[in-house]
């Protein structure tokens, strides 16, 4: 199985560097529209998370959403697929900006800073730009999936982009330690709590966990926690960088991990909210979640 799902994934992305961007496109998201009707639970995740953020939400306008989100996230792939044969042009001009400063001052100030990235968009587009045309180093902390060939096509993409790729594990910390001490930009998806270790904290309404990482290494490090968005906005790609997050100790260091955390999470919610049909999280996120689909596996 590992064998055969690294082949498609090097397939598709063979495919994606050589086709028309259109056909990549058209082929993406009619690929999008077809995993939103044959993965019901995936489907119900979305239901969940835009019910969420638009608490009446229903009927036509709620299925409409939910096709949006796979539409987004079909283009987040072809994006990610064809963005190692993107040259300089179209890379600058499919991304427009906001906020880059906050990165420029963070790097003068001798400190690579902590981006804080929800499931939004289309980020990868944002770091290749950074590495390719402003010659910005850039590492991300990426969950270590199976199987492990997959694991390492995805590797092998991200660094032909010019990332670092940063594994999730034991030496994450020492690594992006490291990282901001060499004045990189380190990007954190901080939406998802995929060790279940995390704080637990109010997201959206309700109560869950999310990684304690991006607290405990901004306060270990002095890092800047610069909450960052990448939207899409008709062709381009729109990338905001919000001011530095108020970051200082107050009492004992898990006090103020638990603090921090829980203002990442205000700022997730806020980011989100401006796209909420982009927010590509399709798996479960709360306790509720879990709760939802063993009711459905049981009916």
Known sequence: MGSRAHALYRTGGTLARHAPSALVDLVARTG???????????????????????????????????DACFDSYARYWADTLRLPSVDDDELDEGLTYEGYEHIVKARADGKGPLMIVPHL???????????????????????????????????????????????????????????????????????????????EVEFFGERTSLPAGPAALALRTGAPLLPTAVYYRGSRRHCVVHPPMEIERQGRLREDVARITQDVAHRLEDMIRVAPEQWHLLQPNWPSDHEAERACRTR
């Open 32 to 66: 999008g529209f077809g995993a939103a009707q044959v993965t019901p639970d995936k489907r119900r995740q979305v239901e969940r998370n835009l019910g969420r953020i638009y608490p009446t939400i229903r009927g036509q306008r709620l299925r409409r959403g939910v």
């Open 121 to 199: 968009g289309s980020w990868e587009w944002a770091a290749f730009w950074l590495t390719r045309l402003e010659n910005v180093p850039v590492s991300a902390v990426v969950e270590a999936i199976e199987p492990a060939d997959v694991f390492d096509w995805f590797v092998e993409l991200r660094e032909s982009l010019g990332l670092s790729v940063i594994p999730l594990g034991p030496n994450a910390a020492k690594d992006v330690a490291a990282a901001v001490k060499r004045g990189e930009v380190t990007c954190l998806v901080a939406d998802r709590d995929i060790s279940g270790t995390g704080i």
